[in-house]
């Protein structure tokens, strides 16, 4: 597309139109900017779906208005116009954002099997039903343990991407690792560190999630866990989030029940 072909199709949408979109009229009352670039977005996934003759567009929730700005261009170049097929928005792993990689809150579905088993692990039960309706197509199973409901899910995800006996060897290792709490002997990923490097413990735990399990994980939420006796070095809990650690090659740390490492 040429500049004036930009323009002549900026022209045949209005800037009141454009701000009927929920997430600009929300921003607009909250008084958070909305930038230039970000209406051109909708226009341009419209205009897609008139060069591609689509028939069908399938999205989220969120994309409703983009997709329905795609009929209306449809309609006036005398297309038939797209069924829209819309799914429910998976919230991601911190429970308040839509999963995204961008946002570090995701299960990626080419990662490995016990990355991506413990990250189901560490949902909240409140995201189970959710989680199992949109990924299972049924409801979380009323009978059994919160976990067991949990380690379900998980060990159905790992199936579907990986194998039936990677998932059972994966579920077999997580019960030894964390449900045994037999860590000595447990195939941990490994977190390198700094021979004699010191660091406050909320620092070097929130590293551990960030380079080890790729979660983000604020300063408060892991200095909470420290508080709670989440945190422990070969069996040792550490309770003060301001503590200066010292690491060594062989360790164990455990950063809660889903997460541990070996420290190499």
Known sequence: ??????????????????????????RIDNEQSIRAHEIQYPIMQGWDSVMVKAD???GGTDQLFNILIGR???????LPQQV???????????GSRKMS?????????NEPASEMFGKLMSISDALMAPYYDLLLGRTPPVEVHPLEAKKQLAFEIVQTYHSTAVAQKTLDEWNIRFSKRDLEHADLPAFPVISG????????????YREVFNLEKSHSEVSRLIKQGSV????AK???????????SGQTLRLDRKHAVRVH
């Open 56 to 58: 069908v567009e399938l």
């Open 101 to 109: 990689k961008s946002l570090g809150n995701f299960v990626g579905i």
């Open 238 to 248: 550490i309770r003060d989030p301001k503590a200066t650690l010292t690491v060594k």
């Open 1 to 26: 597309m040429s500049f004036e072909d930009v323009i002549r199709l900026n022209s045949r949408v209005t800037l009141q139109q454009m701000l009927q979109r929920e997430d600009f009229k929300t």
């Open 232 to 235: 422990e070095i070969d069996g």
């Open 72 to 78: 209306d261009f449809q309609k006036e170049e005398r």
């Open 84 to 94: 829209v097929f819309l799914l429910p928005i998976l919230e991601g792993l911190d």
């Open 197 to 208: 490097e010191d660091l406050p413990a909320v620092t070097l735990v929130s590293k551990i």
